[in-house]
């Protein structure tokens, strides 16, 4: 088997001629969230708990259209792939019954995707555990083995599932995150990561239920990664490393009071019970809930409501049927009664909490159990199993190392965990934009820099105009590589999840082909990550089935940069027309973003607007179809730089691309500095080329189909520095608009009186 085409070397990616590598990547593909057969995005209920007889098969796409999308990827100047798969692809029908169909799709698609040239790494992908408790991942039978019953998820609001609701289209966006404090989560993911010592009652098949869970979970991606290895052609080339379980959550464990919300749960949107009003009402007893939503300013309260699930209860019932998986639930634990009343937490004859402080302690020994407990106990016992099953299969995989989002990552360095091959794969989404679906280019907040601790008040991590945001979210991206590599020890740092909203502005861009304002968020997120200093991204999304009004095809999300409702990017050159931009040249990316909300939708309006006809291709008769942002996110980047490269970017306002490195030596005649140019940005006869020293070429290459306009670059030992500018789509270097600068002045007039 010949060498893995991609190799760590301390901080750096390198390829066989000892040339760092930039890993420029796509998460491939959201919709591999949900079965292709039945196809069931999140919006869809017919057939929905009938989840054993569902076939993965054709995701991310169809063998026969791999090509297709591949080419797309590969011409946009990708070079890596965040392969996506769930648990339940792999093993949905029952504990131990593997889709062998899926596996050998997936290991054609593999085969299809090595002929493009990308670097692959599997992920095996959960949101809020499963898409039966409002995510993606596990399948239906680990929620009953947990003793859960999915059927009652939405009366108990144990988990707020698109699937189930009587009006999908009106799921409130984003509120799936939510899920993740939610009962069902909480409960789960306790057990998942800590059933031993919390739940030592739920004993299944002789094993508690956090070994039952661990060993098919492992055994599933085990199962995989054989099936990888015996067909022999695809280890190294494509695929070369394997990345922890997306997004992990602590569940209950470290909570140090069931009573009230934690200072650091900082999402709450609807109903925000408290763990403790959220184990009775999985109990079936009624709630007086507080409701959330999130402003301009972050989650506020709203109000309060009943929850009142009429007796029904989150658990299964004392006369299910508990043998159709074959599994045998030890006498000790009681269906019919929660899980967490059976282990003295709360009394259920009295509806009294009696140990509020369970989760935060250990049971066994007394000692407080915080999210520090959590990472480097629980969470890291987790890892180090995974990656033995990886390194069992393949000693030399990369193995993507992801801790749970934006926390503290475990303390590694120096110790028997520090894994040469290992690589920081941290999240990263402007959670403003995310959440409220509009690019603000007056203000935004250093949200990393507010969960560090490093304001007095969250009033002071407010950043005022569309420089200082773009300049906010490259520090924060530098401050969670920096973190990483403070815990964690010299390795590569690759940002596995970053991404925006193209909904946004209620679907403005879809009625008018506008999308400035999706432009300009795209780049500011690629400015910082060109800024962080990061050894590359995987961006968040491709989706083939990606459309104007069901987006993503799942919880409401809209983030792909491909939908089939969007006009097709041209090859070379395009035009402002064709991108439809408009031409606010106060912005640092061209952008008009619709920071003042003087769109031209009303609550009047709003409901005609977002009808499926209005949200296709055609509106009002005419073709309005943009490019969907393509000017931010078809960008040039280093390829294999010979030296170290010290810095990279590229500005979207004046086209320009910079390279900055140093050389050990001067470059060999077959091994140069290499960078993907687009011709987009970059035609024939229009762009210019400056350099410290050495010679260039700028050549258009094809392979597979795939054109690629390539600049090579042979220079000498030491610092060097090469500029290459294209062509500015627009004049004049004016401000923004009277009203804008208006809005401005009033917002810092606002954030100074909040201060």
Request: some cysteine; aromatic content about 12%; overall charge negative.
């Amino acid at each position: 088997m010949s060498p893995l085409r991609l190799r760590i070397d301390g901080a750096t990616f390198r390829d066989n001629e000892n040339r760092v590598v930039t890993l420029h990547g796509i998460n491939a593909a959201g919709d591999a969230k949900f079965p292709a057969n039945p196809d069931q995005p999140s919006h869809i209920p017919e057939g929905f708990f009938d989840a054993d007889h569902v076939s993965f098969v054709n995701r991310p796409f169809s063998v026969d259209d791999a090509p297709t999308h591949f080419a797309r990827l590969r011409g946009w100047g990708y070079n890596t792939i965040r392969y996506i798969f769930t648990w339940e692809a792999i093993e949905h029908e029952g504990p131990g019954k593997y889709d062998e169909e899926w596996i050998q799709h997936t290991i054609s698609i593999l085969r299809v995707a090595k002929g493009y040239g990308f670097y692959i790494f599997m992920d095996p992908h959960q949101d809020a555990w499963s898409r039966f408790s409002g995510g993606s991942g596990a399948p239906l039978w680990t929620l009953y083995a947990c003793g859960l019953n999915p059927r009652f998820f939405d009366v108990t609001q144990a988990a707020l599932v698109q699937n189930v609701v009587p009006e999908p289209d009106k799921y409130p966006k984003m509120i799936w995150a939510t899920n993740y404090t939610r009962f069902a989560c909480q409960v789960i993911f306790t057990l998942f990561f800590a059933g031993r010592d919390f739940a030592p009652k739920a004993i299944i098949d002789g094993k508690n239920i956090q070994d039952y869970l661990e060993e098919h979970f492992f055994g599933a991606c085990e199962h995989l990664a054989k099936r990888i290895h015996e067909a022999g052609d695809i280890w190294h080339d494509p695929v070369v490393g394997w990345e922890s379980l997306n997004e992990p959550n602590k569940g209950l464990i470290s909570h140090q009071d069931l009573t009230v919300i934690p200072s650091e749960q900082k999402l709450q949107k609807g109903t925000s019970p408290t763990a403790w009003q959220a184990i009775l009402t999985g109990s079936g007893r009624a709630c007086e809930v507080e409701t959330w939503d999130f402003g301009a300013m972050g989650p506020y309260k709203s109000g309060t409501v009943l929850v009142d699930p009429e007796g029904k209860q989150a658990w299964l019932s004392a006369d299910s049927d508990d043998t159709k998986y074959g599994w045998k639930r030890d006498p000790g634990w009681k269906l019919g009664e929660c899980l967490w009343a059976q282990h003295g937490v709360w009394d259920p004859a009295t509806d009294t909490v009696l140990r509020k402080d369970y989760f935060g302690k250990h049971p066994k020994t007394g000692a407080k159990v915080d999210y520090e407990y959590f990472v480097n106990n629980y969470w890291l016992g987790h890892y180090r199993k995974y990656s033995a099953m990886v390194k069992r299969i393949f000693p030399d995989s990369l193995m993507f190392f992801q801790p749970p989002v934006l926390e503290i990552p475990p303390n590694v360095k120096g110790t028997q965990d520090d894994d040469p091959n290992m690589i920081f794969s941290p999240h990263f989404y402007d959670g403003i934009t995310l959440l409220t679906k509009k690019w603000n280019r007056v203000w935004n907040i250093d949200v990393f820099g507010v969960l560090r601790g490093r304001y007095l008040t969250p009033a002071f991590a407010i950043k005022i105009g569309e420089t200082a945001i773009r300049n906010c979210f490259a520090a924060q991206l530098r401050a969670i590589r920096e973190e990483g590599e403070k815990y964690l020890g010299v390795h590569p740092c690759v940002f596995t999840e970053i991404g925006i909203p193209y909904d946004m502005d209620d679907k403005y861009a879809y009625r008018t082909g506008d999308y400035s304002s999706q432009i300009a968020a795209l780049d500011a997120n690629h400015f910082a990550l060109e800024e962080s200093n990061a050894n590359g991204f995987t961006l968040w999304t491709y989706v083939a089935t990606n459309n104007h009004y069901w987006g993503d095809q799942w919880n409401g999300e809209d983030l792909s940069i491909y939908s089939v409702d969007d006009k097709a990017l041209p090859p070379g050159a395009f035009t402002l027309a064709d991108s439809r931009a408009s031409l606010d040249t106060g912005s640092p990316s061209f952008s008009q973003a619709q920071a003042s909300d003087t769109l031209s939708v009303s609550p009047g309006n709003l409901k005609k607007t977002l009808t499926a006809e209005n949200m296709s291709s055609q509106s009002n008769g005419g073709d309005v179809r943009g490019l969907r942002a393509a000017e931010a996110f078809v960008r040039p980047t280093p390829v294999a730089t010979h030296g170290l490269l010290k810095s990279f970017g590229f500005d979207l306002r004046n086209s320009t691309f910079k390279i900055a490195l140093t050389a050990p030596s001067p470059t060999k005649e077959d091994a140069p500095t290499v960078a993907f140019l687009p011709e987009f940005h970059f035609p024939n006869g229009q762009t210019s080329v400056e350099v410290s020293g050495g010679k260039w070429t700028i050549t258009v290459e094809e392979s597979e189909g795939v054109e690629q306009q390539i600049l090579r670059w042979w220079h000498a030992e030491g610092d060097q520095t090469i500029t290459v500018k294209g062509v500015v789509r627009k004049t004049g270097a004016g401000s923004g608009t009277e009203e804008d600068e208006g809005y401005l002045r009033q917002c810092q007039k606002n954030a100074c009186a909040v201060m």
